[in-house]
């Protein structure tokens, strides 16, 4: 069973515009979020991540924001740029619990985003 | 700055090949992964390592095996490579089993 969900494939954004990434999660202990990105023939780079003591953390064009309650977590990019045209993991861990549990992704989101 | 490195970017092999594919890190990380991504099924996680001489079963670890002799190598080999095997593998390591990893470049195999 998917721990971690990311229910679109793919998602296609004109340049310029807001790109909102969708990620759920199952797991009630999950307490650390992170946002990957990957191009192709590339291996996956850290993008952003976040506690579950926060709702809400910010660098520069990137924002995820975090649910609890919902099990639910977003990544938005404004604005949406040519270059951000990748894969967008998503990934969660029982990290401050104290568990040795692994870091579990979610399946990827394919965003384009159009000049 | 951190850094993960792959023996290679791209390998082609044969059907019934022996293959290994080695990972190498030089953050002093405890742990160690290798996953392999396919169109439209993610990461999937085939073993994990949280030391020297340990390993553990990820989700699909049937067709491999790996070694952990150093704390910053981990070897994933393929004892008789088959066309399904044919996918873009990723080495990872973290401080934490939990925590943030760091990703090296990929290897795309092609297995013929």
């Known amino acids: 069973d998917q721990q971690v969900k990311q229910n679109s494939p793919s998602l296609s954004v004109q340049e310029g515009r807001i790109s909102i990434l969708n990620c759920d999660y199952t797991?009630?202990?999950?307490?650390?979020f992170l946002w990957y990105k990957k191009y192709p023939a590339e291996g996956p780079t850290f993008l952003i991540s976040?506690?579950?003591?926060?709702d809400k953390n910010e660098d520069g064009r990137f924002t995820v924001f975090l649910n609890k309650s919902a099990k639910h977590l977003s990544l938005h990019i404004v604005p949406s740029q040519p270059g951000d045209s990748a894969v967008y993991f998503c990934a969660a861990s029982a990290r401050y619990g104290g568990s040795q549990g692994n870091l579990i992704f979610g399946k990827g989101t394919k965003l384009s985003v159009k000049p | 700055d951190v850094k993960v490195t792959q023996s290679s970017r791209y390998l082609v092999k044969r059907t019934g090949e022996k293959v290994f594919l080695e990972c190498v890190q030089d953050?002093?990380?405890?742990?160690m992964f290798w996953y392999r991504q396919d169109p439209g099924l993610g990461l999937r996680l085939i073993y994990f390592s949280y030391d020297v001489k340990m390993k553990e079963k990820g989700d699909i670890p049937e067709g491999y095996s790996v070694s952990r002799e150093k704390k910053e190598r981990f070897s994933l080999i393929l004892e008789s490579a088959s066309t399904n095997q044919t996918s873009m593998y990723l080495c990872a390591s973290s401080l934490r089993p939990s925590g943030r990893q760091f990703f090296g470049p990929g290897t795309r195999l092609t297995v013929l």
């Open positions: 797991n009630s202990m999950f307490d650390y």
């Open positions: 953050m002093d990380h405890e742990n």
């Open positions: 976040i506690s579950s003591i926060k």
